[in-house]
């Protein structure tokens, strides 16, 4: 596609519940990275995958965080037993050059209640 | 690891008034530098970059960056702002053949008419 593109935009969940975020980069692009955006703060580094394996995943906060690419095009980010500490915006970005800067897309804005 | 600073974190200006904007970071090897711009409701964009070369970089809008090695510094400038540079500009770093960006806190511009 034309950009990056990520659904749902909006999504709002129980706490405890599984929630699955996906994002679609832009064709072509080998690198795709997921950050999170809490209000009032940049953008945090969550985990980067080159072609279909994680490259680094140092930054999920814990092992309710999980992400897949499997075809190495869409990827799937995973949280379990969501918390209301979770709530942010989850931001996918893709890069065709290693280390030249991203395109990002919308986001989705999780809450969590 | 890495680190970057944006110290203004909400600006407000008058129309035609000049603007800059702070960011410092702290790694002490070669960097790529960048400019992001996120307009209210819209998805991050990229505003400028600096890989190497002539340390002033001319971005799209009018806005210009220049990048202080020993200063470790890569402040934003626009000559004269307009309302529809409203925003929040979020200044970020990647060592050379890192992949991922470590993002500053972001500043809120307001540009009043």
């Known amino acids: 596609g034309a950009g990056v593109s990520q659904t749902p935009s909006n999504k709002v969940t129980e706490k405890g519940k599984y929630v699955e975020l996906r994002c679609d980069p832009i064709s072509g692009h080998t690198a795709l990275y997921w950050y999170r955006q809490s209000l009032g703060q940049g953008p945090e580094f969550l985990i980067y995958f080159q072609g279909t394996g994680a490259a680094d995943d140092s930054g999920l906060p814990n092992d309710r965080f999980f992400a897949v690419r499997p075809e190495g095009s869409v990827s799937t980010l995973k949280i379990q037993r969501t918390e209301r500490g979770d709530s942010a915006v989850y931001l996918c970005?893709?890069?065709?050059?290693?280390?030249?800067?991203?395109?990002f897309g919308s986001g989705t804005r999780l809450t969590v209640v | 690891a890495q680190s970057v600073s944006q110290h203004n974190h909400h600006v407000i200006l008058s129309e035609a008034a000049s603007l800059e904007l702070g960011c410092n970071y702290s790694?002490?090897?070669?960097?790529?530098l960048f400019w992001y711009v996120q307009y209210p409701g819209q998805h991050l964009q990229l505003l400028l970059k600096?890989?190497?070369?002539?340390?002033l970089v001319k971005g799209i809008k009018g806005f210009e960056a220049e990048f202080i090695k020993s200063k470790f510094s890569f402040n934003l400038r626009k000559p004269s702002v307009q309302w529809s540079d409203t925003a929040e500009y979020f200044c970020?770093?990647?060592?050379?053949?890192?992949?991922?960006?470590?993002f500053g806190g972001g500043t809120r511009l307001m540009v009043k008419p």
């Open positions: 970020a770093v990647n060592p050379r053949l890192v992949d991922m960006l470590t």
């Open positions: 600096y890989f190497s070369g002539d340390p």
């Open positions: 790694y002490g090897g070669t960097v790529n």
């Open positions: 970005a893709s890069s065709g050059d290693r280390g030249y800067g991203y395109t």
